[in-house]
């Protein structure tokens, strides 16, 4: 460079050293900003991996409840819990979703009385109860809303009347917010938060949790529900629906290759954002890790980064107690 030319603006001078940088950083994730998912099993004593998500587990609850003990002394203080059901209970009707004596509710009662502290969050959609393996009641290959509904409305109740703190309506019927919020209201319910999947795209990043419950649907995809990945607008509509109908919390789902729609919801509400970082967005991850072609932690951490930079202001992930003992390191 010659001599005579100077310049006075230089970035580099707030990235000099771990000090400065730390000093002029935008955004930080912290563990109070994370909701850990948690795959339950019915019985005692009994641990499973997913074979396609490495490090996560489904357990019996008597193993949930040490899980969630190292996770609050760790910092993750909210959970959100999915039951992986067995085939003979499952039906056309997901009755067993509403069904008090099932070890899902059960399981959930006494999570709340061993940590009245911990934020526990459950899913209301049909799948892991349907034998069609559909969120909605399915009639001559259809999906039929204003039906699910009812069905929705029971099953939001029942989770509700455990004592748990967030619903987390994952279906896509229309007027399920509003529905589910009004049933609470008259049931004296009226302190349990609805955290709608407000913007849920059908995806191929479900994938590895559908192994996990084995919740695949039975015939057919999700497209006449969950959203087309190309359209953005649309997650406008689903925003301002949700949340005349009361949510609290609008939720994007999947993160990663959605944090424009993130972002467009972050500018367009005052509600808090979720963005859900989905299972297959975790094993993409893991899988490159193992194979030695990415640092895992330390993408998982960019990651995390991204979500929330793009207007997130909780994040659902499965990372969430790797991250959590990251920081204790
Ligand atoms: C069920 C539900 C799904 C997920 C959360 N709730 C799967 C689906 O809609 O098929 C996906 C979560 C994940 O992939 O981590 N309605």
Same mark, same amino acid.
């Given at each position: ?18 000090? +400065?940088?730390?000093? =002029? ?24 991996? +997913?074979? #396609? ?7 019996? =609850?008597? @193993? ?15 959970? $959100?819990?999915?039951? !992986? ?39 209301? !959609? ?5 034998? $069609? ?11 039929? /809303?204003?039906?699910?509904? *009812? ?13 748990? *703190?967030?619903?987390?309506? #994952? ?5 399920? =917010? ?23 795209? !059908?995806?191929?990043?479900? /994938? &590895? ?18 959203? /087309?990945?190309?359209? %953005? ?10 949340? $005349? ?6 939720? +994007?789902? &999947? ?7 993130? %972002?467009?919801? %972050? ?9 859900? /970082? ?6 993409? =991850? ?8 990415? $640092?895992?932690?330390? +993408?998982?951490?960019?990651?995390? @980064? ?13 990372? !969430? ?9």
């Amino acid at each position: 460079m010659s001599q005579e030319f100077t310049f006075h603006r230089r970035p580099r001078r707030n990235r000099k050293s771990e000090a +400065v940088r730390s000093l =002029v950083e935008e955004t930080r994730v912290t563990t109070d900003d994370l909701i850990f998912p948690l795959f339950l099993l019915d019985g005692k004593n009994q641990k499973t991996e +997913v074979a #396609s998500m490495p490090g996560i587990f489904r357990r019996s =609850v008597d @193993l949930m409840l040490k899980e969630i003990e190292e996770c609050l002394k760790i910092g993750i203080r909210a959970f $959100d819990v999915f039951p !992986a059901v067995e085939d003979q209970w499952k039906d056309k009707e997901a009755t067993r979703s509403y069904d008090p004596d099932f070890f899902y509710l059960k399981a959930l009662r006494g999570i709340k009385k061993h940590f009245p502290e911990a934020c526990i969050m459950t899913d209301v !959609a049909m799948d892991p109860y349907s034998s $069609d393996g559909h969120d909605g009641l399915v009639r001559d290959g259809k999906i039929l /809303n204003d039906e699910t509904l *009812d069905i929705l409305g029971k099953m939001a109740l029942a989770q509700a009347d455990t004592g748990i *703190d967030i619903l987390g309506p #994952s279906d896509m019927m229309d007027g399920r =917010v509003g529905y589910i919020r009004n049933l609470l209201d008259k049931n004296g319910y009226t302190d349990v938060s609805i955290m709608s999947y407000t913007a849920k795209y !059908a995806s191929g990043f479900y /994938n &590895p949790f559908r192994d996990a419950l084995d919740s695949a649907p039975k015939f057919g995809d999700k497209k006449t529900y969950q959203m /087309n990945p190309a359209n %953005r607008r649309e997650a406008l509509i689903e925003a301002r629906l949700d949340e $005349d109908e009361g949510a609290d919390f609008l939720m +994007v789902k &999947p993160a990663l290759a959605y944090l424009d729609i993130i %972002r467009l919801l %972050r500018d367009n509400t005052a509600l808090p954002i979720t963005a859900y /970082n989905v299972s297959g967005e975790y094993s993409m =991850v893991k899988a490159a890790a193992q194979k030695g072609w990415l $640092d895992g932690e330390r +993408v998982m951490k960019e990651t995390l @980064l991204s979500i929330k930079r793009a207007g997130a202001d909780v994040i659902l992930t499965y990372f !969430a107690k790797e991250f959590a003992q990251s920081l204790k390191q």
